[in-house]
T-cell receptor
């Protein structure tokens, strides 16, 4: 597709359940970012990939959060043993280049609700 | 660390009114500055950007000027339309390093009534 695609769009998880969120970036984009957006807040950085290398995971809130991009394209954000505070919209963004400030394109996000 | 502060919302305006949304930032070095917009049911889209002091970004009638002396990047539009109703986010990106991650403000909801 032409844009960044995320799936599922909505996910309801019971507390303690593991979830996996998928991001398909724009083809050929080197950089991939994950952000977490709580209700009424701006997106907050979680982690960054350049191709398959995870160069920055400083924003991951706990060791229950894990992200991968094994072939440098599709990425998966996994949350283990979900908690209510994990409820948020998870946004994926991709950018054509590695370094620099070219435009980042965002997906529509996955809204995770933990009950 | 880097941070972005936006004025409190929501903002409700009548069509053709003048819009100003304030944004100030704190950052080390010389960041690039952005305004992103999120229309209902859609993902975040880049509205405009400025990469150095005194640069003016503009798009769709919106403008913002990178003011280093006041660390501000206020968004303005001379005459808003109903179709401008959306959530607006100010953001910055550190200019150094491969990870040019975005730091966002809280966002402000703009509603324009006919």
């Amino acid at each position: 597709g032409a844009g960044v695609s995320q799936s599922p769009r909505y996910k309801v998880a019971k507390r303690g359940q593991d979830v996996a969120l998928r991001c398909d970036p724009i083809s050929g984009h080197v950089s991939l970012f994950w952000y977490q957006q709580a209700l009424g807040q701006g997106p907050e950085f979680l982690t960054y990939f350049q191709n398959e290398a995870q160069l920055d995971k400083s924003g991951l809130p706990s060791d229950r959060f894990f992200a991968e991009r094994p072939e440098g394209s599709v990425s998966t954000l996994k949350i283990q043993r979900t908690q209510q505070e994990d409820s948020a919209v998870y946004l994926c963004a991709s950018r054509k280049q590695g370094a620099g400030n070219t435009e980042a394109f965002f997906g529509q996000g996955t809204r995770l609700t933990v009950v | 660390g880097d941070s972005v502060t936006q004025m409190e919302g929501p903002v409700t305006l009548s069509e053709e009114a003048f819009l100003t949304i304030n944004c100030t930032y704190t950052a080390t070095g010389y960041p690039s500055l952005f305004w992103y917009v999120q229309y209902p049911g859609e993902g975040l889209q880049l509205l405009l950007k400025a990469t150095k002091a005194d640069d003016k970004g503009s798009n769709k009638g919106f403008e913002a000027t990178y003011r280093k002396e006041t660390t501000s990047f206020h968004l303005e539009k001379g005459s808003v339309q109903v179709s401008d109703s959306a959530v607006y986010f100010c953001a910055l990106s550190a200019i150094t390093g491969a990870n040019s991650k975005l730091t966002f403000g809280k966002g402000i909801t703009l509603s324009v009534r006919p």
